[in-house]
């Protein structure tokens, strides 16, 4: 299913799925904790200045959209609220983190989205990492994608494809210098690796130094 959020619904949205693990004894969420969790400074990009309207309006465009609603619960007397984002796009836990990062905080590397979504989901490396994203971004229609890469920058970052297209990465094409089976970034990243080596070599080699003088 294809689906089209407003900037609006995308915070509401990613609150819902966020709160639900964070703070799972505060879920369904209040009308009001809903609004405080989108409006809040941390975590999220842009920080919002939602009304109540705003909210209930968006919760009504994701209601019909099936992807958030009226929770079903006799126990409490003031109307509390859900998502039902993993149901509708069958998701498993790091998808979902993921994706809940992407909607909260806007376009993000795979470093990035590993620290960010330690509370939901503890990813053992990047590639766990990117291997989430490559299944959101296999899905037909594909739910996430990576960005044109900025200048100065050699991460990718990516972005939710929930409130549109946007400008998708496209590999650079090979230069001859590139040797054959050599992707530029894959040299991008040895380059790096090759610096941090470095670095820390010379690190050790003032270690050894500061050790020898002791002894002189």
Request: net charge negative; charged share 30%.
């Amino acid at each position: 299913m294809e689906i089209v959020l407003t900037d609006e619904e995308a915070r509401v949205l990613g609150s819902l799925v966020e709160k639900e693990v964070t703070t799972p004894d505060y879920y369904p969420l209040s009308l009001n904790a809903l609004l405080n969790a989108c409006n809040q400074k941390s975590n999220r990009e842009p920080v919002m200045n939602l009304g109540e309207d705003d909210v209930r309006r968006a919760l009504g465009d994701l209601n019909r959209k099936g992807l958030a609603g009226a929770a079903s619960s006799a126990d409490s007397r003031v109307p509390k609220f859900e998502h039902r984002l993993q149901e509708v796009l069958n998701l498993d836990r790091r998808e979902t983190a993921v994706l809940c990062v992407l909607l909260l905080r806007g376009p993000q590397t795979p470093g990035e989205l590993r620290g960010r979504t330690e509370r939901m989901y503890p990813f053992h490396d990047l590639d766990e990492v990117q291997s989430a994203l490559q299944r959101l971004i296999q899905r037909d229609p594909a739910l996430v994608a990576a960005l044109r890469r900025q200048p100065g920058t050699k991460e990718l970052r990516y972005a939710h494809l929930l409130s549109g297209e946007v400008e998708a990465w496209e590999p650079p094409p090979l230069s001859k210098s590139v040797a054959a089976g050599e992707t530029p970034d894959r040299l991008e990243r040895l380059e790096s690796e090759v610096a941090q080596l470095r670095a820390e070599v010379a690190e050790l080699q003032q270690q050894l130094a500061d050790f020898k003088r002791q002894f002189e």
